[in-house]
């Protein structure tokens, strides 16, 4: 049998949005840009958590943070309150995952009751988060145990080279966006003690 190798499109081409949104909808996964490293996301529910755990490798047990488009579509995820909202409004879009109180019952909560949820500071990718209407689960790309990275030829190297570490369930397409200007991931600051605790 045959793998599948995913598609690659450049994020310069107009139908990247357009074939992002298409494929998550249909259930499945993609890599793209973020304004800190590369990510791999799909939809956020329960079918996309189990095919990013496969394509990465990942303990089941590690909840996945979650990518929004706006505060107020982290609000129907996370219960916040005026002085996280406060500063979520200074700090978002961008670098922060904002560790707060889960909602409800749903894909990347924590045994805890807490949720991470991030808005990145990437005009492409929020188009695609509000093109879908709901959050996308947004880890780093990268095989599990091994550095996330802001390279797309490493990127290649994990998902697509011959002898690359992952399953053989891989993403369904590749947003290339070139090297990336940041190296680092985003940092996760947890809203839920005081004060707040940077995680990473």
Known sequence: MTEKKPAI????????????????KKGGALIFPTDTIYGIGALAAAAGAKKIIN??????????PLLVASIAMAGKFAK???????FLKKNW???????????????GISADGKIGLRQPNHVWLLKLIKKCGRPLIGTSANPSGQPGTNKIKKILEYFVSPDRSVGADGPD???DAGNLPNKKPSTVIDLTVKPPQILR
Not at 13 to 24: D, F, G, H, T, Y
Not at 55 to 64: E, G, L
């Open 9 to 24: 499109i450049k994020i310069s081409e107009r139908k990247s949005l357009i074939q992002s949104a298409v494929i998550l």
């Open 55 to 64: 394509i990465k490798n990942r303990p089941n047990n590690k909840p996945f």
């Open 80 to 86: 916040i309150n005026p002085q996280q909202k406060k």
């Open 93 to 107: 879009p961008g670098a922060i995952t904002a560790i707060l109180p889960a909602k409800k019952k749903t894909v």
């Open 173 to 175: 397409l590749i947003i």
